[in-house]
């Protein structure tokens, strides 16, 4: 994997003056993941952009070598492989196995965690733990969070997400007519990344786009055509992640 240089503000902590663009009138969800775990803590502000309609996302951590560390947060749906409203098989909605590769494919690729079916997805017999998934914000949040070890001193921190039926000039819905898990993405997700040296840290780091995923999920691959992109590219309007002081 590449190694991003990112230019980042210095912030003590979220209490203190921050860069965020969250607005006055919105407080943002808080919620916490992997609670247990001893490694360094995190804090993961995602500010909701113009074009946020309850996106699906992910967030984990490699090391410098762009390998898979772990999953630090994952919408339940996906970690899970159960839909809320997955089965209407009654006459109404009812949770429901789904399996959805398009959603958040460079996640799941490099988890590298492949099930029966050959998806690289997480399975309601073979799911993430409950310590790393949850439901999906509706607006602005604050992920507070922990690696599950202590001793790693640099690593990437990504963020993957990506928005059911969004549809644009490019991306319409009849570009791909025999992929139907194309169909269930639309606009490919986007993934952000930000690299962490706890050697020389600072408390903000603003994560910056790489690129996009695979539209159909078909693979693990990054792709840069982000011009083909519109309103995907407001889902969030600003990512940090700030290192909460010991």
């Not at 803590?41 to 995602?46: S, T």
């Not at 909701?48 to 339940?76: C, K, S």
């Not at 109404?92 to 196995?97: I, Y």
């Not at 780091?205 to 690129?211: A, D, H, K, L, R």
């Amino acid at each position: 994997m590449r190694k991003y240089q990112v230019i980042i503000p210095l912030v003590i902590t979220v209490l203190a003056c921050t860069t965020s663009r969250i607005p006055p009138d919105e407080t943002p969800e808080q919620f916490a993941s992997n609670p247990a775990g001893k490694g360094p803590e995190l804090e993961i502000e995602m500010v909701r952009g113009e074009g946020h309609n309850h996106p699906l996302m992910a967030i984990w951590v490699e090391d410098e070598r762009g390998e898979f560390v772990q999953t630090l947060y994952v919408a339940e749906s996906i970690g899970k492989g159960v839909f809320q409203h997955g089965d209407a098989s009654r006459g109404f909605w009812m949770p429901g196995e789904i399996r959805r590769p398009a959603a958040l494919p460079y996640w799941s690729h490099h988890r590298g965690i492949r099930a029966q079916d050959g998806l690289y997805l997480p399975t309601p017999t073979d799911p993430v733990p409950d310590a790393y998934t949850g439901p999906t914000p509706g607006k602005s949040f604050i992920l507070h969070t922990r690696l599950d070890e202590p001793g790693m001193k640099k690593f990437t921190v990504l963020f993957e997400v990506n928005q059911t039926w969004d549809w644009n000039e490019y991306w319409t819905n009849n570009k791909y007519p025999d992929d139907e898990e194309y169909k269930t993405s639309c606009q490919p997700a986007l993934v952000y990344a930000a690299v962490i040296d706890l050697d020389a840290p600072k408390a903000e780091y603003e994560m910056e786009v790489i690129g996009r995923s695979h539209h159909a999920g078909a693979n693990g691959e990054l792709f840069n055509d982000l011009q083909t992109l519109t309103t995907a590219l407001h889902i969030a309007e600003q990512i940090v992640v700030r290192i909460v002081p010991q």
